[in-house]
């Protein structure tokens, strides 16, 4: 069992910057895969950016220079750096954790929301 608690959403002005936490308890050893999700009203979820074993990261095209993923591994905690945010980056933001215990199971942040605007 994994549980996340998501902080450091907000308002933020067009190119301004911000940083998401995520913060995990519970079987942390058993995490493969940790990653950031966003949904915009209206639309699907995208995964935004993404670490797993190995030290591999991905990112969206559309984040790709901006985003930076991280993790603090003292604190079982990962970040989303986000820089010269835009308009379009409006969204729910969602941290996920894949973690492996009789399978494979995916764990949910509760969301936060980050809004760009003037």
């Known amino acids: 069992q994994v549980q996340l608690v998501e902080s450091g959403g907000g308002l933020v002005q067009p190119g301004g910057s911000l940083r998401l936490s995520c913060a995990a308890s519970?079987?942390?050893?058993?995490?493969?895969?940790m990653g950031w999700y966003r949904q915009a009203p209206g639309k699907q979820r995208e995964l935004v950016a993404a670490?797993?074993?190995?030290?591999?990261?991905n990112y969206a095209d559309s984040v790709k220079g901006r985003f930076t993923i991280s993790r603090d591994n003292a604190k079982s905690t990962w970040y989303l750096q986000m820089n010269s945010l835009k308009p379009e980056d409006t969204a729910v933001y969602y941290c996920?954790?894949?973690?492996?215990?009789?399978?494979?199971?995916?764990?949910w942040g509760q969301g936060t929301q980050v809004t760009v605007s003037s």
């Open positions: 996920n954790a894949r973690a492996w215990h009789s399978g494979v199971r995916d764990y």
């Open positions: 519970g079987s942390i050893a058993s995490i493969l895969y």
């Open positions: 670490s797993v074993s190995g030290g591999n990261t």
